[in-house]
């Protein structure tokens, strides 16, 4: 699963130094408009539906697998 995160962000955020450690905060190219793509590819990719909080708590690869596993497991 994480290294599909990291593949679906590096190719949204055109950054390929995206790691498991990216956050917003060390990345500049991780801004509003692309942090909604990132979603969305998210969406597409995992076949899941993400709420506005948990969007809105994507700000890093662990927070973004630990939201998915968790809608997952559901």
Known sequence: MKDKIIEILKNVLED?????????????????LHHLNVAVELED???????????????SVADIERILSNKLEK
């Open 45 to 59: 990719a995992f076949d899941v539906t993400l709420e506005p909080e948990e969007i809105a708590d994507m700000r």
């Open 16 to 32: 390929d130094s995206v790691n498991e450690n990216t956050t917003q905060k060390n990345c500049p190219a991780w801004d509003s």
